[in-house]
């Protein structure tokens, strides 16, 4: 066996690798002499410490998957790659995009790089940095560390088992820590023996160059289980990263995919979703609890650590029920058929798909609306009116209870109990009656009774604590029909389920338009059932981007506002445990917001947990922000939306002026989202009348008329 | 793979200490009124209502009169279990500034100025947000002996169970008429101290007449294997303690207590306790 040495000791491995190692040496010569080793360990000692990669690569969680995010020129397989005229910016966007670590091709040969791209790329972020070399001699060694880098690469290959273990010890000795790439199980093993802590395996075929993307599945079961584990090469797309992370990759390598892309930040989180998903899945299954991984199925009762069912022992037994009639009936062809005829015939669906071309011009990204605001009774709520109405009648129930904020929920239901034949009682907050009038009217002219909720800050959350009054004393009678993905399993779950034809016919009428999935979904959430809904039919396309928009009321700098997700902590109301508006001895916090229908403290828990995962993003739009959308759309559409969905008109603003910023107008344009227009604006007029100065103060009719 | 045995809920759901017999102030004092011939008589006050101060002096009244077992509740911003009488008074505490934090000093002042058996009754979120284990600690150094959970079942209680165990104190969980005999048997095995049998599917409040369900839903209790079984919900007069106690180890007054406090304070809380206890 060959002793260390300070120049190392090449193995001939008989393929481009010797090539690229004997250029490697000479430019080596070259710097030695400029600069001794002694000047290169005083500027190591001197340089600030090295940060814990180790850390960064494991991630938050255990099923988060990492991006190691490559500044490289070019290759030699591929030649000249996307110019790069400024890395420390490249390497920005990756750092905001979630990469864990950055790494920094530095070889000026084949790849183009230099220590001067690594200088730059340290000075701009605060991650972890490799410096990707060939290293053969301890020099380049202190040179990384001099260079400010956290992590070195150490090719197995190219190295003797002395070398190897002298490089690590020095690596480890300077606080950095050594990537051991890998390629065989036989170099797997003497990465094991040398002890390192985190193994790569490049599954580039050495002499070939060929890719070989299953190379880390079949190597997988040699890996160390306590390393870190990265899978270099071939990261190309999302499926890489799935079947790598599907295989316990616990970080990805990859440079040309983000460059290519185009959008550098946005593949860097796409990735780390996909990834996060894939190891999930893996967790799952290595459980054997027989949970598939796609989040469009997650059945409930829990979503994560969000869901349940926190509620009194007397309604349990209703839940139950409730829960056996449903999942009885999803598999019933004569209950399928009976919610579609109704869903076709009488509310009006599929619901058109319509492109905003003025309205696009004016947010700079592309707009589709899909048009929930055609539904019979003017908004989404009605699938699932009429999907729990049809389970009632099969449970033998023929009393409809229902609590609405905006009143399209109550409508609905009302609605829903004329055409079958129940009878209706709807609990609204007094405040909501008073903003809603000619809601009540439509409830009352349909049969309704409307019960005006005094209690509490007297909206939406005080009608469901009535309604929950009404019904655990007259279940054996009556079914609660509540309006939003919350409350306690099989809610979240059913509410869901008959709003997932949103998703599906969005992502169907996008693919046949289009010939591709949109960019994004944006959606208002103030329990969430339109936004599941829209969700569901892209949860399991990663590179759908999901975006929730919270109701920000005066601000969320100020106390009105009900931007739970954004705000709000953990904790139990209505029977689910998701994000609450609360203070610190767990009263609900009175929310505050425009628009009835999202003035709710409390969230549907399996927004709670996508938001939690990182899978979709929720951000709050204002009060102003929601009503300049309105108007927006208004005047170039034609169409007055509900202000509820106003919120994800001024959502898509933002995505609009985000791309616009981070691509240029041009890319900006092609960037297409998805707007869940869940409700038409009728029942708003009042308000925007009030808000836009067009009724006079003094003289408030409009409102005078609605008392 | 091989097919597991099926399981019952509570085999499923209950840590294996849930199950062990311990020693409980509250199935003591139980007995104690058993061995004299009579229910244990469970008065239910809100913390803080109207005052902190007042909530304490009729605490103490309860407990000085008659009441064996007290319930002090802690307001919540969002009682659905509750009828108006108790949410008018738990929405008037909250409006007067009741933080979570007193109900230690409510628990304190009967366990110190009374013979009764303070526990607290509590809509989960507020005990969660404190922290469970930390609420669980502070009540038992308070000399608390449980807590009631209205709104928390068996099937979410892992936290609860944990810190129940921790900190040696008693879980009072809630059996319906509605419970099913998988569920009853669940509630009744995770349960130490008492049951508390609700006796109507409704929420709080005096009723003229208390519902037949609850003698049936003490049987079936019984059957799934309670010892002690209070029964609430609409008990509002002597007649009626009488009436359950008949059938039942407790009776739980609540609303009826609370409107006597809001119409004549700590006194007409002592004047009512006395005459619930059959003493005058």
């Not at chain 1, 459980?287 to 409930?300: C, H, I, K, T, W």
């Not at chain 1, 289009?514 to 039919?537: K, Q, Y």
């Not at chain 1, 869940?678 to 408030?700: C, I, N, Y």
């Not at chain 2, 007054?253 to 406090?261: D, F, M, N, P, Q």
């Amino acid at each position: 066996m060959t002793q260390p040495s300070a120049a190392g000791s090449d193995r001939a491995t008989g393929t481009v690798l010797d090539e690229i190692i004997a250029g490697v040496r000479e430019d080596l010569e070259a710097r030695k002499t400029l600069l001794p080793l002694e000047e290169v360990k005083a500027a190591a000692k001197a340089a600030e410490p090295p940060r814990d990669a180790v850390a960064a690569l494991r991630g938050p969680h255990a099923d988060s998957l990492e991006v190691i995010a490559e500044v490289k020129r070019s290759s030699p397989s591929k030649g000249a790659l996307a110019p790069i005229t400024d890395p420390a910016l490249l390497a920005s966007a990756y750092e905001r995009g979630g990469a864990a670590v950055i790494s920094v091709l530095t070889e000026a040969r084949r790849f183009n790089g230099s220590l001067a791209d690594l200088d730059a790329v340290r000075t701009a972020v605060d991650i972890p940095v490799l410096r990707k070399d060939f290293t053969v001699d301890e020099y380049q060694i202190w040179e990384a560390r001099a260079h400010g880098a956290d992590l070195v690469l150490l090719i197995v290959a190219a190295l003797d088992d002395a070398t190897l273990a002298g490089f690590l010890d020095l690596t480890r000795s300077l606080g950095m820590e050594a990537l051991v790439e890998t390629h065989t199980t036989e170099e797997i093993e003497r990465a094991r023996r040398v002890g390192a802590r985190i193994v790569g395996v490049n599954t580039r075929n050495l002499k070939t160059l060929e890719v070989d993307p299953d190379l880390f599945g079949r190597l997988a079961e040699h890996l160390p289980e306590d390393a870190v584990l990265v899978a270099e090469s071939g990261v190309t797309d999302a499926e890489h990263v799935e079947l790598y992370a599907g295989h316990g990759a616990d970080a990805v390598l990859t440079g040309e995919a983000l460059v290519r892309a185009g959008d550098p930040l946005g593949t860097v989180a796409t990735f780390r979703t996909v990834g996060a998903s894939a190891r999930a899945a893996r967790r799952a299954a290595s459980q054997g609890d027989g949970v598939s991984g796609r989040l469009s199925e997650a059945p409930g009762p829990y979503y994560g650590d969000f869901g349940g069912r926190w509620m009194p022992e007397s309604l349990i037994a209703a839940l139950d029920q409730v829960e056996e009639t449903f999942e009885k009936a999803k598999a019933d062809e004569d209950f399928l058929e009976e919610f579609r005829r109704l869903s076709r015939d009488y509310a009006n669906r599929p619901s058109l798909l319509t492109e905003a071309e003025r309205f696009s011009r004016e947010i700079g990204c592309r707009v589709l609306l899909k048009r929930e605001d055609l539904n019979h009774t003017g908004s989404h709520k009605i699938n699932n009116v009429l999907g729990q109405a049809l389970l009632a009648k099969r449970m033998g129930k023929n009393r409809l209870i229902a609590e609405t904020g905006a009143g399209q929920h109550g409508v609905a239901t009302a609605t829903a109990a004329a055409l079958m034949g129940m009878e209706c009682v709807v609990y609204m907050g007094a405040e909501d009656t008073e903003r809603q009038a000619l809601n009540v009217a439509r409830m009352q002219l349909l049969g309704a009774s409307v019960v005006a909720v005094e209690n509490g800050s007297r909206t939406l959350k005080d009608a469901i604590n009535e309604a929950l009054r009404d019904w655990v004393a007259s279940v054996d009678t009556t079914h609660y029909l509540l309006g939003t993905a919350a409350g306690p399993h099989p809610f979240p779950a059913m509410v869901r389920w008959f709003h997932q034809q949103i998703g599906d016919e969005a992502r169907a009428q996008t693919l046949s338009r289009l010939g591709r999935l949109p960019d994004a979904v944006s959606a208002c959430v103030g329990g969430g059932s339109n936004a599941i809904g829209i969700f569901h039919g892209f949860l399991d396309d990663p590179d759908v981007e999901l975006w929730g928009f919270e109701a920000g009321g005066d601000g969320i700098d100020t106390p009105r506002h009900a931007a739970t997700i954004s705000l709000g902590r953990p904790g139990v109301l209505h029977g689910a445990k998701t994000f609450l508006m609360q203070d610190e001895d767990g009263q609900t916090i009175e929310s505050h917001s425009i628009s009835a229908g999202l003035d709710y403290p409390a969230v549907g828990p399996e927004h709670a947990y996508l938001s939690a995962i990182g899978r979709a993003r929720y951000e709050a739009v204002t009060d102003t922000e929601a009503m300049d959308a309105f108007r927006l759309l208004c005047r170039t559409e034609g169409i007055i939306p509900a202000i509820e969905s106003s919120h994800a008109l001024a959502g898509a603003v933002k995505l609009g002026q985000r791309w616009v910023g981070e691509l240029g107008p041009d890319a900006a344009a092609d960037k297409v989202v998805v707007v869940s227009l869940s409700g038409r604006g009728d029942k708003d007029v009042a308000t925007a009348a009030k808000w836009f100065g067009l009724v006079p103060e003094e003289h408030d009719e409009i409102d005078e008329e609605s008392r | 793979m091989t097919m597991a045995e099926p399981k019952d809920l509570a085999a499923r759901l209950l840590p294996p200490e849930v199950l062990e017999p311990r020693q409980s102030r509250l199935a003591q004092r139980i007995e104690q009124c058993r061995a004299e011939g009579r229910p244990a008589l469970v008065g239910y006050l809100p913390a803080g209502y109207p005052t902190l101060p007042e909530s304490i002096e009729a605490a103490v009244a309860l407990g000085n009169n008659g009441a064996d077992i007290i319930e002090i509740g802690i307001p919540y911003s969002d009682p659905v279990m509750d009828g108006a009488v108790i949410q008018h008074a738990t929405t008037t505490a909250l409006a007067n500034g009741f933080r979570v934090a007193q109900v230690f000093e409510v628990i304190e002042a009967i366990s110190t100025r009374t013979n009764a058996v303070p526990v607290v009754m509590s809509y989960w979120n507020p005990i969660m947000q404190r922290g469970v284990d930390r609420f669980a600690r502070e009540l038992a150094a308070a000399g608390g002996a449980g807590i009631i959970t209205p709104d928390l079942i068996p099937d979410e209680a892992d936290e609860w169970f944990k810190a129940s165990l921790a900190h040696g104190l008693d879980r009072i969980f809630l059996v319906a008429p509605s419970s099913t005999r998988e569920r009853m048997d669940l509630t009744v095995k995770a349960s130490s101290g008492f049951v508390y049998a609700v006796s109507i599917m409704g929420v709080t409040g005096a009723r003229d007449a208390v519902s037949n369900a609850a003698s049936s839903v003490v049987e079936r209790a019984r059957a799934a294997g309670a010892r002690n079984i209070c029964v609430g919900l609409g008990v509002s007069t002597r007649q009626h303690v009488e009436e359950i106690g008949a059938y039942a180890d407790g009776v739980i007054v609540g609303t009826a207590l609370v409107r006597a406090l809001g119409e004549g304070g700590p006194a007409a809380v002592g004047a009512l306790t006395a005459q619930l206890a059959g003493r005058k």
